[in-house]
């Protein structure tokens, strides 16, 4: 009989080519369209992904997965239900975590920043771009409200189909989107026995970017700076 390996056992050796600062775009945003073409380029599921943190009032996070829709204007966009749980803690707290994790390739970029609502011309543009179904489930869909069965979401479904028959959809004023704007970015590349390496993007007063490398050992819980460039 296969014996069962314990959860702390559990560990993969990563094989993959060093993050090196001297390959790495001096812009943290053309970096990062850099990794995500690569992810896509690996086919890798669902790579727009990311985890995003938010705290509410009384300082308790919550988290959850949402998809990146954009980078623009140096921020991540991504598009939710003002009425949903997100929303209303990025209202009291406009501090938030990303990260996005692409295993196959070993690699993830952690952000760190804070959020401001998209206009609405850029709204309504990507809500033009979607599905008609993913247009009318927005209407239809009271995002983090209680709900008695599935059968009473579909049947408000059918209710908003029904009114926006042979219309366009229009978005509705409830449902929009965020651009987290960045004050730190870091990337991480695994690499063998748990040595792997970090750049981190800190952003200046001045609003340019600093960035640093950094290694991660094992067995420790602080850094070892390698290497400052000023941009």
Do not use: C
Not at 18 to 34: G, M
Not at 106 to 132: C, L, M
């Amino acid at each position: 009989m296969k014996k069962r390996r314990k959860i702390s056992q559990l560990r993969f050796e990563y094989k993959k080519n060093p993050l090196d600062i001297k390959n790495s775009d001096s812009n943290p945003f053309k970096q990062f369209n850099k990794w995500m073409k690569e992810s896509i380029r690996n086919k890798i599921f669902e790579p727009t992904a990311m985890s995003l943190s938010t705290v509410n009032k009384r300082n308790k996070v919550s988290n959850r997965i949402v998809l990146l829709k954009g980078v623009v204007n140096n921020g991540f966009v991504f598009y939710t239900n003002l009425k949903s749980r997100k929303s209303y803690e990025l209202n009291t707290n406009k501090n938030v975590a990303a990260v996005f994790w692409w295993p196959q390739i070993g690699k993830q970029v952690r952000i760190e920043g804070y959020v401001k609502v998209v206009n609405k011309k850029e709204a309504d543009h990507y809500f033009s771009t979607r599905s008609r179904e993913s247009q009318i489930g927005a209407w239809a869909s009271n995002q983090s409200s209680e709900l008695k069965n599935r059968k009473t979401l579909i049947k408000r479904f059918k209710i908003i189909e029904k009114r926006f028959e042979n219309k366009d959809v229009p978005r509705p004023s409830f449902w929009s989107g965020y651009e987290i704007k960045p004050f730190l970015i870091e990337f991480w590349q695994a690499r063998d026995h748990r040595l792997h390496d970090r750049i981190v993007y800190k952003r200046l007063k001045n609003k340019n970017w600093k960035n640093l490398l950094y290694f991660l050992y094992k067995y420790f819980s602080f850094y070892f700076f390698f290497l400052l460039i000023l941009l």
